[in-house]
């Protein structure tokens, strides 16, 4: 299994970013899977099912952060929309918090 994030940088508060996650090694289209932060703790974010028919999302995100898959490249991705400086986090991808993570994906929102 591997999960490598990217899409990470510097926004502005009221900006906008997307991140990717490209997986592999495992039949990718059969599983849910989630958006992660590390802060000062593991936080889920945002899920996804399967075939990406419903989503979840923390309270702090929601109306904000979207999350999204697309099944013939592997990818799952999430777009934060109007970011805030609380979310500042490394983000990571996976299918639940028990399996190995990937090297996540630094955002920091910030003027």
């Known amino acids: 299994v591997q999960l490598v994030e990217s899409g990470g940088g510097l926004v502005q508060p009221g900006g906008s970013l997307r991140l990717s996650c490209a997986a592999s090694?495992?039949?990718?289209?059969?599983?849910?899977m989630s958006w992660y932060r590390q802060g000062q703790g593991k936080e889920l974010v945002a899920s996804i099912t399967?075939?990406?028919?419903?989503?979840h999302y923390v309270d702090s995100v929601k109306g904000r952060f979207t999350i999204s898959r697309d099944n013939v490249k592997n990818t799952v991705y999430l777009q934060m929309n109007s970011p805030k400086p609380e979310d500042t986090a490394v983000y990571y991808c996976?299918?639940?918090?028990?399996?190995?993570w990937g090297q996540g994906t630094h955002v920091i929102v910030s003027s």
């Open positions: 090694g495992f039949t990718f289209s059969s599983i849910a």
């Open positions: 399967s075939a990406g028919g419903s989503t």
């Open positions: 996976n299918t639940n918090p028990f399996r190995p």
